[in-house]
């Protein structure tokens, strides 16, 4: 019986792991967590990653990263942006990367030809 190795998608993996380096660079940074609105993410990371990301691209991949109980979101309260956290901390680092890869190996962004 051959098994299929999963696929996973460039683009989505690219999105996903330059978001969470971006987390782990503002702790470096000293930082608790990141702070930011949906369109300040969503510029970063379309100028560090050469995808066309909008901020309606950045909610989808948050909802997703937080039922999947990779991060955290925070209300940084009326006109303040959100703060974003990983849960690697909590898990382990190999658990937590794990969990990346599996998480990968099943969902691909519904937008990824799009943000090309």
């Known amino acids: 019986?051959?098994?299929a190795k999963p696929t996973i998608d460039e683009v989505t993996e690219?999105?996903?792991?330059?978001?969470?380096?971006?987390i782990a660079e503002r702790k470096v940074a000293g930082k608790r967590e990141l702070a930011a609105t949906m369109k300040t993410m969503a510029e970063f990371l379309s100028e560090r990653t050469g995808l066309a990301?909008?901020?309606r691209h950045m909610q989808?991949?948050?909802?997703t990263l937080s039922e999947?109980?990779?991060?955290?979101v925070g209300g940084g309260g009326i006109g303040l942006p959100n703060t974003y956290n990983t849960r690697e901390k909590e898990?382990?680092?190999?658990v937590f990367w794990n969990q990346v890869d599996a998480l990968l190996m099943v969902w691909q962004h519904p937008s990824r030809k799009a943000m090309r």
């Not at 690219?14 to 971006?22: A, E, F, I, K, R």
């Not at 989808?60 to 909802?63: A, D, I, N, Q, T």
């Not at 999947?68 to 955290?72: I, M, Q, S, W």
């Open 1 to 3: 019986m051959v098994v």
């Open 60 to 63: 989808v991949l948050m909802k």
């Open 14 to 22: 690219l999105l996903v792991t330059s978001l969470l380096d971006l």
């Open 68 to 72: 999947a109980g990779l991060v955290t």
């Open 91 to 94: 898990m382990g680092p190999e």
């Open 53 to 55: 990301i909008t901020e």
